[in-house]
């Protein structure tokens, strides 16, 4: 998981001058921002302006009680507050909102926080997946809920986005602590455990070229399953084709209730007021859903409402 502090301190970086405008504006991302936002090395200042504009405007909108705005208009995307330094754009939002320039300073540094925090959550998606050196574009999860040790299978299909590819660095699929989940390579690499509460790298078995594609395979094992939480979920960093979930909970472990969470919020996974569709265990115990042309940063997957007093 990327650093809250780094994070804090290069978004703060980043506000500075003309903000998401400036020239030059590759060479003022810092490189946890860069880890977080998905942007490579070698993407043209266009491109690194575009998902740094994209990227912020999507979490922008998580924020709380007008921060959202307050952040915008810190890092000159707010297309009225395109001021060319940023105590001119603090300035204009002091009189907009009737507040004076401590006040507006002291939202826009809240913001920075929540929005680093959002950044290094684990439901805003595989942390690592977002380094840009590779997106998955296929996804085939399978969990089986009733046994005493869940598992969790997961037959991934990646694009390397640069030339010599040679190891990914991943998260587990579940929130669980570190110590709580026995991972293994089922095929298309080796596993190297990093030792991080969630982290671990899968070493490949040839290095694979910019474009290229590669399979491969891992299952994760919780210790009980009162380790797994109430939902499953998938949010793409790139272009993915398909995600294919199974979810069995058995006989005796059905829940009060499934719903799909198709194209929400990373808000929508946890809010029991959110309007998804609910969705019908079959008499196998089990729920399959498929997803296709995913857009990347939205939620993706199931959550259900336990049994009281199940896992």
């Known amino acids: 998981m990327y650093g809250h502090a ?62 959202g705005r307050a952040a915008l208009v810190a890092f000159a995307i707010e297309p009225e507050a395109r001021r060319p330094r940023y105590q001119d754009r603090v300035l204009w939002a002091a009189v907009e909102t009737d507040r004076d320039e401590r006040t507006v300073r002291r939202r826009v540094d809240e913001a920075i926080r929540y929005l680093a925090e959002l950044m290094t959550d684990p439901l805003t998606g595989r942390t690592a997946e977002r380094s840009g050196d590779w997106y998955t574009t296929e996804l085939r999860v399978a969990a089986v809920l009733d046994q005493e040790q869940p598992d969790v299978l997961e037959q991934h299909r990646i694009i390397a986005g640069r030339n010599g590819l040679h190891e990914l660095e991943l998260t587990a699929s579940v929130p669980a602590a570190r110590r709580d989940v026995d991972v293994r390579a089922l095929y ?44 499953l979920v998938f949010i793409p960093t790139g272009p993915c084709e398909l995600f294919e979930l199974r979810v069995r909970f058995g006989g005796e472990q059905r829940p009060l209730g499934v719903w ?15 309007h998804c569709q609910q969705y019908l265990v079959d008499r196998a115990g089990e729920v399959h859903l498929r997803f296709t042309r995913l857009t990347p940063g939205l939620v993706y997957g199931v959550r259900w409402e336990q049994v009281r007093g199940t896992g």
Do not use: W
Request: proline share 7%.
């Open 6 to 67: 780094e994070l804090v301190r290069e978004l703060k970086s980043l506000r500075k001058g003309r903000g998401v405008l400036a020239s030059g504006i590759e060479e003022r991302v810092g490189p946890t921002l860069r880890a977080a936002c998905g942007i490579s090395d070698g993407d043209e200042p266009s491109a690194v302006r575009r998902t740094l504009i994209t990227r912020l405007t999507e979490l922008a909108e998580q924020l709380p009680d007008g921060l």
């Open 188 to 231: 298309g690499g080796t596993l190297i455990d990093r030792g991080d509460r969630l982290g671990f790298a899968l070493a490949l078995p040839e290095p694979v070229g910019r474009g290229e594609s590669h399979d491969f395979a891992v299952r994760f094992r919780l210790a009980t399953a009162h380790a797994m939480p109430p939902y």
């Open 260 to 274: 799909r969470l198709d194209n929400v919020q990373q808000r929508d996974v946890s809010d029991p007021l959110c």
